[in-house]
């Protein structure tokens, strides 16, 4: 059986981004392009009035943020999945985001291969962060003292974090540190211990949560 079109809602509060992003998904056969909002007030009352998939929202908007929508959103509408996109990209705005379940967190500046994509992972039930967002939170974990409220980490632990997180495999991983494949696997297991994680993916989750814990 065919998969019905994803429904989404696009909140931003600048009219020619809309109009850029409406132009861009439009011929989309998997899209359908519910309404559009200029601020966070309107694209509620659009998720309370129809059937939506996603929502895709800016951050700085007038009358409600990106944040609170966000917030609001997951309390009154859960079935229905956010993806942030934004021109923000300081740590404590995606670390706001993530602590408040956003499914997903992408740059404007991001390619509509790279946005399809996150549609699409998002819709599919994962969460979908961007490289580059993936890699400004590992910055902030492991510099200007980030790292003090986070549970004791080696050297090498936080090599192989940043790793991990940068999608490197474990072949990949133990070339560049001159280390064996199972040397690796034993940090991993250590860091998913020390931090009471269960998986890789648990990993990359908790570094975008706690990009400025």
Do not use: C, W
């Not at 490197?168 to 690796?184: C, G, H, R, W």
């Amino acid at each position: 059986m065919k998969k019905e079109k994803i429904n989404i809602v696009i909140a931003d509060d600048h009219q020619m981004f809309l109009d850029g992003l409406t132009s861009l998904l439009k011929d989309e056969e998997s899209i359908h392009l519910v309404d559009t909002a200029l601020n966070g007030e309107e694209a509620l009352q659009i998720v309370e009035r129809n059937q939506v998939d996603i929502l895709i929202m800016d951050i700085s908007m007038p009358k409600v943020d990106g944040i609170e929508l966000n917030s609001l959103v997951k309390k009154n509408h859960p079935s229905v999945k956010t993806l942030a996109l934004t021109s923000h990209s300081d740590h404590y705005m995606i670390s706001k985001l993530a602590k408040g379940k956003v499914n997903g967190y992408l740059l404007k500046n991001a390619e509509k291969f790279e946005l399809l994509l996150a549609i699409n992972k998002i819709d599919q039930g994962e969460d979908y962060f961007s490289q580059m967002v993936k890699d400004k939170v590992v910055e902030s974990m492991f510099s200007n003292g980030a790292e003090n409220d986070l549970p004791e980490l080696s050297k090498r632990e936080k090599e192989i974090i940043k790793l991990i997180v940068s999608q490197d495999t474990a072949p990949e991983i133990a070339e560049k540190l001159f280390i064996s494949q199972n040397t690796v696997n034993t940090h991993r297991k250590n860091i998913l211990t020390k931090l009471k994680l269960k998986n890789v993916a648990g990993l990359v989750k908790f570094a975008v949560e706690n990009g400025l814990a």
